[in-house]
Structures are given as structure tokens and as C-alpha cells.
């Protein structure tokens, strides 16, 4: 999860990963960002994240993104 | 029918009226049956383009989920029996037929669209060639109509099919409930671009009367009439004027007309969505915005997310994700990231996906050279901005300049101002040459006197007129600020006095024929699309 925050922090500085939970209903992460994210998790914890999984639930919070990436490692 | 009619506000009354008498669950039928016959008002010969799509696509839906199932169904009861590699196997062989029934109606509905869309500009091009290298031979164009609200339906449908290949929802099961979903009347002519998941609820639930949504919809109507027959109605006079006749002008005429474009293209385009929603309202059915105060963006990018928001999200959703996301493009994020470092590396793949998504949104306005430069004047400048983002970070820390301030804001936004108005050259002008000669002329004989000398009230507007269109506009300049800081305008009008809300209400209805320019312009300019 800190690498995650990492991963995050690396792609927006000025973003509040650890508390804030609406990255993507308040507009604070835009496509390019999730973009970015996911290029970077997906090399970082040797997942593929497919466009099915950019929805609002995966991406809200950093905890989110965490549990998706733990769902997709599973499988 | 055309949505500036009376025949229209008489169609929507009485269909509302039968809509809430009827029993609830036959709603969805008559709104079926009205978007149909409003579709066929239009020209019988087109229906069977809409048919193809809604058969077409329906079909898709069900053989994909057939085939998802049977896949599912075969590793269930194999399952003791099947090794993982052989479950792999039978999972990907599935993914892949789900991938080919996907692919064929995407191709043939999109094939459609853009033959009648594209074929005869491919062959002008061909000519062009040929011409070129000295060959007499030519192709003959087709006389090819464009079906009602084709570009619209096309991708709301396709939209459908490329959801449930991704498994996001189980396909419609009943053909008629779908038909609806690909013709529901209010929204056919310019949309919104609707997603199933959350429109396919609204029309087949049952919906009480509620004098709310009559009121607000009216009241939204209302408001959209005013933009499009006072505003741009007027507003089209001039830019019609030194657009057609590009030769003609220079300096802060251009100037000017580029500027009432911009009045012209936002009233229109978003009156006519304020027409649209309400009328869905009336029917308790609600559409996504298309538009959120767009001149208030800060930057180009920020612009696509406040106009025409429906085609934007479609064009991320279906487009920029899948592509950026795909395999080839990881690679490709790989190789540049080794070969540029990291932060370069990294925004490579999205510059070109940039490039992709406004060749699209060009083309997707028209089959004409200065569309694809109009898409591509946006996707390079977002692709830069986004190539460029530590750079400008870095200059805007050396010159302590806070981007949160207001003055900075404000910069923004009159800069980005700016660069739309300049991408307007394209999209009005007659063709890319005639946009290149008006951008030229517009620093021939440009001079402060052209702002006092009257030379602006001969341009097919008289002084009464400008003075209408700069009321209108400042009026809603302060609605604009207060949704800007999230006021619900039609709410806090219904907390106001009778007297205030009616006053606001008859001014509107008494405006907007009287100072409408009635018989300007006898359509909404997407409706072409």
C-alpha cells in the first residue's frame, strides 16, 4: 500500500493520496492521470488493468486502487 | 418535424398528456411509438437505417452474452475433468468469439456511418490525386443523404456493444425496449450521447406525474428557446455574413464575427440541449449535460470535459482507454519510457492517443479538410500541454506564480478563450484555405478605429441588435457564474415570490418570439451531423 501511494505520488505531487476518497467524482484525477496510474501499477505489481476496471469504485481512493490491484493479482 | 415548431411543443404536450393517463407500464411503448413516428416525420426512406442499427446491434448483444454463457457453461461441467491449461484455452476461445461478434457489428454500423459520411470526401481526395500525378481518369461521387441523427445514434448503440462485450451489464433482452433505447425522439437529433446503464432504467420504469418535472422542464425549454432564436438566431447573421464572404473583411470585423461564432455555436449547441432535457424532464426522464459553462475553462483540456461532455466521455471510454490501455501501446510505454526517461516516457502513449481521439472528434464533425484541422489544432495543443506539463510547473515556480490565485485563473481562462476562438477559424470557415485567408486578414487593416467608426453595425446587425445579443449575454454570463459556484438556478427560482418567478417567466416567453429571429436559420446546427 506505501508503494502504491508512491506510485501515486510520483504521478501528481499535489494530490492528497492518503485521505482523500473522491479522486474521481471530484474531478481531482483526470484520464491522463489515470492513465498514467495505471500504466504504472501494472509494471509495479505485474498486473493488466483492462478498461472495465477504470470505473469510480476502483479509482475513488488509493485504498481502491489497492483492493482492485490485490483482486486482479489473485486471479 | 423541426424542433423550432409549434407542431413540436403541440406533439410534446399531448404525448406527456396521454404519457401520465395511461397505465404506467405501457409508457415506454408510447414513447417508442412517438419516436418513431417523429423520426419518419423526417423522410420514411431513412428508417431503415435506424432499423439496421437497432436490429443489428440488438442481435450483437444477445449472441455475445449466448456465447459468454456457453463458454461458462462448458468449463462448469467440465470442470473436474479440464486441466487449467485446457480451462485457459476454452476461457480465451470464448473471449475471442465474443471479440468477433463485437467487431462485426461495430464494423458494419460504423461502416455505414461512414460511408455515407466520408465516401464521397474519399473520393474528391482520390481525384485529387489523380489529378496530381496527371491521370484524366476520375471517380464519380454518389448522391448519399445522411439518415436523422446517424452520428448520434451510431455511437450511442455502439456505446451498447462494446459494454456488454465487456461484460458491464446482461444484454436487452426485448427488441422493442432496445428500439427505444436507439430512438428515443428528444434526444435523436444532437443528442446526448446516452449510456445504456443508466438510460435503459429511466425508459422502462414507470414514472408518476410529478409537477416538478413538468415545471422544470418547461422552465429548461424556455431558457433553451431564448439562447437559440434570440441569441444565436442574431448572432448567426453576422457570422454567416463575413464567413461567406471572407474576402471581404479585415481586422476587427473578423474579429468580431469569430466572437459572435462563439455566442452563435454555445447558444445554439447548448440551447438546444437545455430543449432536449427539459423535454425528457417533462417525461421524468433524465439526460446527461453536455454542457458545463465551457468558456470558464482553464485550459484546453478542461474545455473538452465542459463541451459537448457526452462526446468526450464517449471518446475516453471507448476510445482512449482501450487504446492507451491496450497491448501494443504498453509496449510502446515500455520503449519510450527506456528510451526518454520516465516522465517523458510515460506521457508518450497519451500524447498519441491525444492525436487519435481529435482526428476522431475532427472528422466526426464533417467530411472536410478543415475539420481534421480543427480536431488536430486541439489534440496538439493538449498533446503538448501534456509533454510540456513539468516545464510549465517548473516556470511557474521560478516565477512564484501561485496557479491557484485568482488572477492567474482568470489569465487562464482568457487565454484558453483565445485558443478557442482561434480553433473556430477552421470550424466555420468556409474550407481550410478560407481559414487560413481570414486568419491572415485578421491582422490586415487592424485598427482601434474599426471598434468606433460604426464599421461594425454594417455587418447585418444593427446597433439594436448588438445591444440585444450584448443583454442577453451579459444575463447569462451571471447565471453562468452562479452554477459556476453551483447554484441550482430553476431551484433557487422556485424558493423566490410568485411575482419575482412569474415576471422572470413571462419576460422569457414574450422575448423570445418577439426578439427571436424567427426564419433566420431553420435548424439546430448539430442537427447536420
Same mark, same amino acid.
Given at each position: 500500500?506505501?508503494?502504491?501511494?508512491?506510485?501515486?505520488?510520483?504521478?501528481?505531487?499535489?494530490?492528497?493520496?492518503?485521505?482523500?476518497?473522491t479522486l474521481i467524482d471530484d474531478g481531482i484525477l483526470d484520464s491522463?492521470d489515470?492513465?498514467?496510474?495505471?500504466?504504472?501499477?501494472?509494471?509495479?505489481?505485474?498486473?493488466?488493468?483492462?478498461?472495465?476496471?477504470?470505473?469510480?469504485?476502483?479509482?475513488?481512493?488509493?485504498?481502491?486502487?489497492?483492493?482492485?490491484?490485490?483482486?486482479?493479482?489473485?486471479? | 418535424?423541426?424542433? !423550432?415548431? /409549434?407542431?413540436?411543443?403541440?406533439?410534446?404536450?399531448? &404525448?406527456?398528456?396521454?404519457?401520465?393517463?395511461?397505465?404506467?407500464?405501457?409508457?415506454?411503448?408510447?414513447?417508442?411509438?412517438?419516436?418513431?413516428?417523429?423520426?419518419?416525420?423526417?423522410?420514411?426512406?431513412?428508417?431503415?437505417?435506424?432499423?439496421? %442499427? %437497432?436490429?443489428? %446491434?440488438?442481435?450483437?448483444?444477445?449472441?455475445?452474452?449466448?456465447?459468454?454463457?456457453?463458454?461458462?457453461?462448458?468449463?462448469?461441467?467440465?470442470?473436474?475433468?479440464?486441466?487449467?491449461?485446457?480451462?485457459?484455452?476454452?476461457?480465451?476461445?470464448?473471449?475471442?468469439?465474443?471479440?468477433?461478434?463485437?467487431?462485426?457489428?461495430?464494423?458494419?454500423?460504423?461502416?455505414?456511418?461512414?460511408?455515407?459520411?466520408?465516401?464521397?470526401?474519399?473520393?474528391? $481526395?482520390?481525384?485529387? =490525386?489523380?489529378?496530381?500525378?496527371?491521370?484524366?481518369?476520375?471517380?464519380?461521387?454518389?448522391?448519399?443523404?445522411?439518415?436523422?441523427?446517424?452520428?448520434? #445514434?451510431?455511437?450511442?448503440?455502439?456505446?451498447?456493444?462494446?459494454?456488454? #462485450?465487456?461484460?458491464?451489464?446482461?444484454?436487452?433482452?426485448?427488441?422493442?425496449?432496445?428500439?427505444?433505447?436507439?430512438?428515443?425522439?428528444?434526444?435523436? +437529433?444532437?443528442?446526448?450521447?446516452?449510456?445504456?446503464?443508466?438510460?435503459?432504467?429511466?425508459?422502462?420504469?414507470?414514472?408518476?406525474?410529478? +409537477?416538478?418535472?413538468?415545471?422544470?422542464?418547461?422552465?429548461?425549454?424556455?431558457?433553451?428557446?431564448?439562447?437559440?432564436?434570440?441569441?444565436?438566431?442574431?448572432?448567426?447573421?453576422?457570422?454567416?455574413?463575413?464567413?461567406?464572404?471572407?474576402?471581404?473583411?479585415?481586422?476587427?470585423?473578423?474579429?468580431?464575427?469569430?466572437?459572435?461564432?462563439?455566442?452563435?455555436?454555445?447558444?445554439?449547441?447548448?440551447?438546444?440541449?437545455?430543449?432536449?432535457?427539459?423535454?425528457?424532464?417533462?417525461?421524468?426522464?433524465?439526460?446527461?449535460?453536455?454542457?458545463k *459553462?465551457?468558456?470558464?475553462? *482553464?485550459?484546453?483540456?478542461d474545455?473538452?470535459r465542459r463541451?459537448?461532455? /457526452?462526446?468526450? %466521455?464517449? @471518446?475516453?471510454?471507448?476510445?482512449?482507454?482501450?487504446? /492507451?490501455?491496450?497491448?501494443?501501446?504498453?509496449?510502446?510505454?515500455?520503449?519510450?519510457?527506456?528510451?526518454?526517461?520516465? /516522465? !517523458?516516457?510515460?506521457?508518450?502513449?497519451?500524447?498519441?492517443?491525444?492525436?487519435?481521439?481529435?482526428?476522431?472528434?475532427?472528422?466526426?464533425?464533417?467530411?472536410?479538410?478543415?475539420? =481534421?484541422?480543427?480536431? @488536430?489544432?486541439?489534440?496538439?495543443?493538449?498533446?503538448?500541454?501534456?509533454? +510540456?506539463?513539468?516545464?510549465?510547473?517548473?516556470?511557474?515556480?521560478?516565477?512564484?506564480?501561485?496557479?491557484?490565485?485568482?488572477?492567474?485563473?482568470?489569465?487562464?481562462?482568457?487565454?484558453?478563450?483565445?485558443?478557442? $476562438?482561434?480553433?473556430?477559424?477552421?470550424?466555420?470557415?468556409?474550407?481550410?484555405?478560407?481559414?487560413?485567408?481570414?486568419?491572415?486578414?485578421?491582422?490586415?487593416?487592424?485598427?482601434?478605429?474599426?471598434?468606433?467608426?460604426?464599421?461594425?453595425?454594417?455587418?447585418?446587425?444593427?446597433?439594436?441588435? =448588438?445591444?440585444?445579443?450584448?443583454?442577453?449575454?451579459?444575463?447569462?454570463?451571471?447565471?453562468?457564474?452562479?452554477?459556476?459556484?453551483?447554484?441550482?438556478?430553476?431551484?433557487?427560482?422556485?424558493?423566490?415570490? +410568485?411575482?419575482?418567478?412569474?415576471?422572470?417567466?413571462?419576460?422569457?416567453?414574450?422575448?423570445?418570439?418577439?426578439?427571436?429571429?424567427?426564419?433566420? &436559420?431553420?435548424?439546430?446546427?448539430?442537427?447536420?451531423?
Open positions: 500500500m506505501e508503494k502504491l501511494i508512491e506510485i501515486l505520488k510520483e504521478v501528481n505531487a499535489d494530490v492528497d493520496f492518503e485521505n482523500c476518497t491522463f489515470i492513465v498514467s496510474i495505471v500504466g504504472e501499477l501494472n509494471d509495479a505489481f505485474d498486473v493488466e488493468i483492462s478498461p472495465v476496471d477504470i470505473i469510480p469504485t476502483n479509482f475513488n481512493s488509493a485504498k481502491a486502487m489497492w483492493t482492485m490491484v490485490e483482486r486482479l493479482q489473485d486471479n | 418535424m423541426s424542433f !423550432i415548431s /409549434t407542431e413540436l411543443l403541440l406533439l410534446v404536450f399531448i &404525448t406527456a398528456a396521454i404519457y401520465y393517463i395511461i397505465p404506467k407500464k405501457y409508457q415506454w411503448i408510447l414513447l417508442l411509438v412517438v419516436s418513431y413516428m417523429f423520426y419518419t416525420s423526417y423522410g420514411l426512406k431513412y428508417v431503415g437505417f435506424i432499423a439496421f %442499427t %437497432t436490429i443489428t %446491434t440488438f442481435l450483437g448483444g444477445i449472441f455475445i452474452e449466448k456465447t459468454a454463457q456457453s463458454g461458462k457453461d462448458k468449463i462448469s461441467a467440465n470442470k473436474a475433468t479440464m486441466t487449467p491449461e485446457e480451462k485457459k484455452a476454452m476461457k480465451a476461445h470464448t473471449k475471442h468469439n465474443k471479440k468477433l461478434i463485437c467487431a462485426l457489428i461495430l464494423l458494419c454500423n460504423f461502416g455505414v456511418l461512414a460511408f455515407l459520411k466520408y465516401f464521397n470526401f474519399t473520393i474528391e $481526395n482520390i481525384n485529387s =490525386i489523380l489529378t496530381g500525378v496527371g491521370i484524366t481518369q476520375r471517380l464519380g461521387r454518389m448522391s448519399l443523404l445522411l439518415p436523422l441523427g446517424i452520428s448520434f #445514434y451510431t455511437f450511442q448503440s455502439m456505446g451498447y456493444i462494446i459494454d456488454v #462485450y465487456q461484460g458491464k451489464y446482461p444484454s436487452e433482452k426485448n427488441p422493442f425496449k432496445f428500439a427505444l433505447f436507439v430512438s428515443f425522439f428528444p434526444q435523436i +437529433l444532437q443528442g446526448p450521447i446516452g449510456r445504456f446503464d443508466k438510460l435503459a432504467c429511466q425508459f422502462y420504469e414507470e414514472h408518476k406525474f410529478e +409537477l416538478k418535472n413538468i415545471q422544470y422542464g418547461l422552465q429548461l425549454m424556455l431558457w433553451g428557446y431564448f439562447k437559440k432564436m434570440v441569441l444565436a438566431d442574431r448572432a448567426a447573421i453576422v457570422v454567416n455574413k463575413v464567413f461567406n464572404d471572407y474576402t471581404h473583411y479585415t481586422g476587427f470585423q473578423v474579429i468580431f464575427a469569430v466572437l459572435l461564432y462563439s455566442v452563435e455555436l454555445y447558444a445554439d449547441f447548448s440551447g438546444g440541449m437545455d430543449v432536449v432535457i427539459g423535454i425528457a424532464q417533462i417525461f421524468g426522464i433524465k439526460l446527461d449535460q453536455n454542457f *459553462r465551457p468558456f470558464f475553462s *482553464r485550459s484546453i483540456s474545455f473538452w463541451w459537448h461532455i /457526452t462526446l468526450g %466521455t464517449w @471518446m475516453k471510454d471507448y476510445i482512449f482507454y482501450p487504446f /492507451t490501455l491496450s497491448k501494443p501501446m504498453n509496449k510502446f510505454g515500455k520503449f519510450s519510457k527506456k528510451k526518454f526517461g520516465n /516522465t !517523458i516516457g510515460r506521457v508518450l502513449p497519451i500524447c498519441l492517443a491525444d492525436l487519435l481521439i481529435f482526428f476522431v472528434v475532427g472528422i466526426w464533425h464533417g467530411a472536410a479538410w478543415k475539420y =481534421i484541422a480543427y480536431g @488536430m489544432y486541439n489534440g496538439i495543443i493538449i498533446a503538448l500541454s501534456n509533454l +510540456l506539463e513539468p516545464a510549465y510547473k517548473l516556470g511557474l515556480n521560478k516565477l512564484h506564480i501561485n496557479s491557484e490565485a485568482k488572477p492567474w485563473k482568470v489569465f487562464q481562462i482568457i487565454r484558453t478563450g483565445i485558443l478557442i $476562438n482561434i480553433g473556430w477559424y477552421f470550424d466555420m470557415g468556409v474550407n481550410f484555405n478560407a481559414a487560413i485567408v481570414m486568419m491572415k486578414n485578421t491582422f490586415v487593416g487592424l485598427s482601434l478605429s474599426t471598434l468606433t467608426d460604426n464599421s461594425l453595425f454594417k455587418l447585418g446587425l444593427l446597433k439594436k441588435d =448588438i445591444q440585444i445579443l450584448a443583454f442577453g449575454c451579459i444575463v447569462w454570463f451571471i447565471i453562468s457564474v452562479l452554477q459556476e459556484r453551483k447554484i441550482n438556478i430553476r431551484e433557487a427560482l422556485a424558493k423566490k415570490p +410568485l411575482v419575482v418567478r412569474w415576471a422572470i417567466y413571462l419576460a422569457l416567453i414574450f422575448a423570445t418570439p418577439i426578439f427571436g429571429y424567427i426564419g433566420a &436559420t431553420s435548424g439546430f446546427i448539430y442537427a447536420q451531423f
